[in-house]
């Protein structure tokens, strides 16, 4: 992969910050789009703008056969059976929500319990908490070891006979760490549970196989890998999706309509009421195709160097705390002595440094870490070991300011 080649193609990437050249360290949060994505969605308004599924005229035609294309590349991008599998959302939330909703509310009883991680984001918490609610059902959490890690024993004694849901997220947004999914998978299909995976942080950055994982969900969302906000996708397998019920209803997803039923469409389209986001799959497709040609190992390969690089930087940082295991995905969480989170990322963004601070929509894992909040540089495909130096650089200033100011 040439780096250079890359940066050329993100538009945005080239310019300054407040009297500084750009470094975007927040790619967890959304990643920056590609040209050839912004001109896919452009053309598309500009030249066959139409509604889906419902016109015969050409322009009607030609946004189905793009839209449903791009339905095919998200299918073999993360290599499921049939896109019949492959659900269109708004984003990860929405498709865990889907799942919480159409598969837990209808599955769960008093006494089933849900189980799920410390570590989770808050849309991978908050929907199972409703569930529990709504249906009597417990929720339960695997402990996490001192790292920031899951222990497969843990996570044996914690599954038992009455779990019914395993909720887990495949990379942690504040730990980087990579969570063991086909073994986890594994021990929930052992006791007769299935498992939700949220993929928002893994599927931008390593090749996802769910077959081979054996996940029965998986949620991920575009705007984290080179595509547009508000398309995200549920991946489920055909005959649990069969068997439950939509969460939305309305146009596009029927079948018939008498006065007092309906019917629904087949798979996939029964779970997308509406009209749908047809320029956000569009980009989607596109994000997929300049992501298939650098090559998802390759992705990977590339920010694990990147990640590695900044771990040892850090350790040249005084008064620095790193959050995580060693091996992890391309980020680094992190406080400076005596510097609130949200003080750093100010001072950072005057030296034109972008990075997340906050508690990250995961305020339990905050808890855990006996922390009200954190830093966050994540990196992605056109970032940079130059720009890991300037955001260290930065840092150092920023310990200076805050030592002779106070």
Not at 193 to 220: E, K, N, R
Not at 224 to 242: A, F, Q
Not at 314 to 323: C, N, P
Request: aromatic share 8%; with cysteine.
């Amino acid at each position: 992969m040439n780096i250079k080649d890359v940066r050329e193609q993100f538009p945005i990437l080239h310019q300054q910050v407040n009297g500084h050249d750009l470094v975007y360290l927040d790619s967890a949060a959304t990643s920056q789009k590609p040209r050839v994505v912004i001109d896919a969605m452009n053309e598309y308004y500009r030249s066959y703008n139409s509604n889906v599924h419902r016109g015969v005229h050409t322009l009607g035609t030609r946004a189905t056969d793009a839209y449903e294309g791009a339905r095919e590349k998200v299918r073999a991008f993360i290599r499921a059976s049939s896109v019949q599998e492959i659900i269109f959302t708004r984003g990860t939330t929405t498709a865990l929500n889907t799942v919480a909703i159409s598969y837990a509310r209808a599955n769960l009883k008093e006494g089933d319990e849900i189980v799920i991680t410390h570590m989770e984001h808050h849309a991978n918490i908050i929907p199972w908490q409703q569930a529990a609610k709504a249906t009597g059902a417990t929720l339960k959490y695997i402990p996490l070891q001192e790292d920031g890690t899951l222990s497969l024993e843990d996570v044996k004694q914690t599954i038992t006979h009455q779990t019914k849901i395993v909720a887990v997220t495949h990379v942690s947004n504040v730990l980087g760490t990579i969570n063991p999914i086909k073994e986890i998978a594994k021990i929930a299909h052992d006791h007769g549970a299935i498992i939700v995976v949220d993929g928002a942080q893994s599927t931008p950055h390593m090749q996802i196989d769910v077959q081979d994982l054996d996940c029965d969900f998986f949620a991920f969302s575009g705007h984290k890998m080179c595509g547009p906000t508000g398309i995200g996708v549920l991946y489920g397998k055909k005959d649990l999706l069969n068997n439950m019920e939509p969460a939305e209803f309305g146009g596009e997803m029927i079948d018939f309509v008498d006065l007092y039923d309906s019917t629904w469409k087949e798979l996939p389209w029964k779970f997308e009421a509406g009209t749908p986001i047809i320029a956000g799959a569009v980009g989607l497709g596109k994000a997929i195709d300049f992501l298939n040609d650098i090559g998802m190992e390759e992705v990977s390969r590339y920010e694990h160097q990147l990640a590695t690089y900044a771990l040892e930087r850090f350790k040249e940082l005084d008064g620095a705390t790193v959050y995580g295991p060693q091996h992890r995905a391309g980020l680094v969480t992190f406080n400076l002595d005596d510097v609130h989170p949200h003080d750093a990322s100010t001072v950072l963004d005057t030296e034109g440094v972008a990075i997340r601070a906050g508690h990250h929509c995961a305020q339990p894992l905050m808890k855990w870490l006996g922390v009200s909040a954190t830093a966050r540089a994540s990196f992605y495909l056109y970032n940079t070991e130059e720009e890991i130096d300037l955001l260290i650089a930065a840092l150092r200033k920023t310990k200076e300011y805050f030592t002779n100011v106070f």
